[in-house]
């Protein structure tokens, strides 16, 4: 079979050549040229002398002037030694990769080419075939950005990593990382294994529940079922270790690769009954039944979590039951406006008594509610007590105007005096960034990877400020 296969192969190129031989030059050029981006025939001088090319564009790399000039005259100075050896013919295998040379034109790209060459007995013109990678060193270039930037990436996110991984390990307070299906310890820090001990192999693997004392063991598992459906943490006391230490742990659950588990912070026991009693006595110390005031209102400790509400608070904040709201934070209907709440308790702190305080009340809903605030604080219990009294729509608030308002400059000016400066200054410099993240995103038409380019930060860093922000579905207006 080989020597049939060789016979044929070499009376097809007699075919070829005989084809050839029966065209005129422009032809067998046009011929050529319905599978190529450019073809040349050069003469026995090295000079062109028929080119075609499908892309007018080709033209103005010095092809369409390209006849009676050499082919090297044609191409950039690192190409030459190229196309000497490509119109040699002496490198066989060369020939049939193809050699990739480069035109040059003013004020343009270089043009790269691949060309290979086809010379018959008796055939008068080297034959040169082209093909245009314009579009795959585009690619190229492109795959390389991408690498870049997933590189880039990569290594903010290992050193984000790095960061949390040292604070986790460092940190005084003892964490765990509970898996919440299976109950196993995935993680814990150098002060968890001091507390609750684990052996000098350590407790990453193990049941958690194993470290505790058998009686103790049902509680937790319940608190452990408990936290993983609840949105508040949960705290259970008077627990003792397997070594017999006493502790007290706080239970919050999170969501990881689609799966429930638990950070779990613990402490010795001592301390978490000191703070209990504490409670305690300031639950027992509250000096207004709030259940008696004809507005809405709510009890608060001096970090702003609150211990108590009246069911027209509830209504107010269209929170459907008590538990709802107890042990949360206040700013949590007040996050559009956080700098008018540290202000409110900042006076509270120093004058105990605030009055006619305007801000706006954001419900369960997103629906947004003006509403004037008054608390006095007790300075014996530490606690708040802050009534909230609907207003119109239109009432002035005190508040920084939103960003690229007319009225903003005026605003900024208005609020001194009634805002502490240092606190100003941090707020104006949030409505800068999030002015300059708008505008970049109008100005690249919402690409996210131009805007960061533009701003001078990472895409990773893009999109964390797009998030504190609220702009991860922003649209350019126009």
């Known amino acids: 079979m080989k020597p049939h296969n060789g016979k044929n192969a070499m009376h097809g190129a007699e075919i070829a050549v005989s084809l050839l031989k029966a065209l005129d030059a422009d032809s067998i050029v046009a011929l050529i040229g319905l599978g190529a981006d450019i073809v040349l025939l050069i003469d026995q001088d090295q000079k062109v002398a028929r080119v075609h090319y499908t892309d007018p564009d080709i033209g103005h ?56 060459t086809f010379a018959a007995q008796g055939f008068s013109y080297t034959l040169v075939i082209g093909r245009e990678l314009r579009q795959q060193m585009l690619d190229q270039q492109r795959l390389v950005e991408t690498q870049m930037e997933l590189e880039a990436d990569y290594r903010e996110l290992q050193e984000a990593e790095a960061r949390y991984r040292t604070a986790f390990r460092v940190s005084g307070i003892a964490h765990v990382m509970l898996d919440g299906e299976r109950k196993t310890i995935l993680d814990a820090n150098a002060a968890a294994l001091n507390l609750i001990g684990g052996g000098a192999t350590g407790i990453v693997g193990k049941p958690f529940r194993d470290l505790f004392r058998k009686q103790d063991r049902e509680a937790l598992g319940d608190a452990i079922g408990e936290a993983r459906h609840s949105a508040s943490p949960v705290r ?23 799966v429930t588990n638990l950070i779990i912070s ?69 996050s559009k406006t956080s700098l008018d709440l540290h202000v409110f308790y900042s006076r509270l702190a120093e004058e105990q008594v605030v009055r006619g305080f305007t801000t706006t009340l954001t419900d369960n809903l997103s629906g947004d509610r003006p509403v004037m605030m008054s608390a006095r604080r007790n300075p014996e219990t530490g606690l708040t007590q802050v009534i909230f009294v ?16 007319p009225e903003q400059a005026d605003g900024f000016a208005n609020l001194v005096g009634r805002v502490p400066l240092k606190d100003l200054v941090r707020e104006s410099l949030e409505v800068i960034e999030k002015i300059c993240i708008e505008a970049a995103l109008d100005q690249t038409n919402n690409n996210r990877a131009s805007a960061a380019e533009m701003l001078g930060l990472s895409r990773q860093s893009l999109y964390i400020k797009l998030r504190r922000h609220g702009l991860e579905d922003y649209r350019p207006s126009n």
């Open 390 to 405: 609907a207003q119109p729509a239109s009432i002035e608030r005190r508040a920084i105007p939103a960003p690229g308002s």
């Open 61 to 116: 790399y010095g092809l369409d002037k390209a006849v009676g000039k050499r082919l090297q005259d044609l191409v950039t100075i690192e190409s030459l030694p190229k196309v000497e050896a490509m119109l040699s013919g002496r490198d066989s295998v060369r020939q049939a990769r193809g050699y990739q040379v480069n035109h040059s034109c003013e004020g343009r790209s270089d043009l790269p080419v691949l060309y290979s």
């Open 236 to 258: 259970l006391e008077t627990l003792k270790t397997a070594k017999g230490d006493p502790v007290s742990l706080s239970l919050r659950s999170y969501r990881e690769n689609g």
């Open 266 to 334: 613990a402490w010795q026991g001592a301390d978490a009954q000191e703070a209990g009693s504490m409670q305690v006595e300031r639950r027992n110390d509250r000096p207004v039944d709030l259940a008696e005031v004809p507005e809405p209102a709510v009890q608060t400790n001096d970090q702003g979590q609150i211990v108590g509400a009246n069911t027209l608070f509830l209504d107010l904040a269209q929170a459907p039951s008590i538990s709802q709201v107890v042990g949360r934070s206040l700013g949590t209907w007040f």
